[in-house]
């Protein structure tokens, strides 16, 4: 498990790009049969992929579960989402299937001792990317489907940010302990995911952009608002986002990102907003 300590404002002034992009950026999410998980100081989320091809995979492969969370199995104090980026899978938590068909959703509750990913078609594997936050009580596990997330239209056209938030791990959707998870998707020609500019101190994020075409990139833009810094990010990969840093992006094309939160409370309203001409 490759684990990340928290940053600090005033020492990220003076990071170069290699060191920004080695505190912040997680790649290489996707490796056949494998669990690939990265584990940040900032609220102790976790950031997971899975890309099961020829194999059934458990979601603690790899991982030395007692070393790095000091508990039996992964969710014995955890919640966890789940997203579905590829091809038809399965998913099975303790004992209960759940079809995971491309952008559906899955939250497995605190306490769940077993959890299994499988592709129904290796050549078209399923690509699960998953986000874990520490839970103090347990919830219902629950499959949420595209097609029943609630659906936020905002932006416009003409600022370049015409976008649909689906919320699916969200206090209008599901009682969670502390995450919430939701994607939001551009429309063509929009490129902006979010302006003005925002932090929330009382939680952090973790981002992760797929449909990306091929050859393009998205501008992730991240550091305090009088001083910003940018992760230039590629198809499938994702940042973690301090509560201190703003978090907007704009790309060379339209494309999908996947949010992530979890820390105090979950008031989506409650942020602090940095008007666009007051960036530096």
């Known amino acids: 498990m490759d684990i990340r300590y928290s940053a600090n404002q005033k020492d990220f002034k003076r990071y170069t790009t290699e060191e920004t992009r080695n505190e912040f950026l ?4 996707y490796i056949a049969n494998e669990v690939v998980a990265v ?6 989320m976790v ?3 899975c890309m099961p091809t020829t194999e059934t995979v458990s979601i603690d492969k790899g991982i030395d579960i007692w070393k790095n969370f000091g508990t039996s199995y992964f969710l014995e104090r955890r919640e966890i989402g789940i997203f579905n980026i590829g091809g038809a899978g399965k998913i099975v938590a303790d004992g209960e299937e759940f079809k995971m068909g491309y952008k559906d959703c899955l939250y497995i509750t605190k306490g ?19 986000v874990s936050a520490p839970a103090h009580k347990s919830c219902k596990t629950t499959f949420i489907p595209i097609e029943k997330a609630a659906k ?23 009682e969670t302990c502390q995450l919430s998870m ?23 994020e973790v981002y992760m952009y797929f449909e990306i075409p ?45 949010w992530a939160m979890g820390g105090e409370n979950q008031a989506f309203d409650d942020m602090d907003t940095i008007p666009t001409t007051e960036l530096r």
Request: charged share 20%; proline share 5%.
């Open 112 to 130: 769940t001792k077993e959890v299994t990913f499988t592709s129904e078609d290796s050549s078209n594997p399923a690509k699960f990317y998953m």
């Open 182 to 204: 939701g994607m939001t998707v551009l429309d063509p020609g929009s490129v902006w995911n979010t302006m003005p500019s925002h932090t929330h101190e009382r939680r952090m």
């Open 47 to 49: 950031t997971l992929g």
């Open 26 to 29: 997680i790649e290489n999410l």
């Open 39 to 44: 584990y940040s100081h900032v609220d102790r």
């Open 214 to 258: 091929e050859n393009n990139v998205v501008f992730h833009m991240m550091g305090e608002g009088n001083e910003t810094r940018h992760i230039v990010m590629q198809n499938e990969q994702a940042v973690i986002s301090p509560s201190w840093s703003i978090h907007s992006g704009a790309g060379t094309s339209n494309y999908t990102f996947i």
């Open 152 to 174: 936020k239209p905002l932006g416009a056209m003409e600022t370049s940010n015409k976008r649909v938030i689906n919320q699916f791990i969200h206090p209008d959707v599901l």
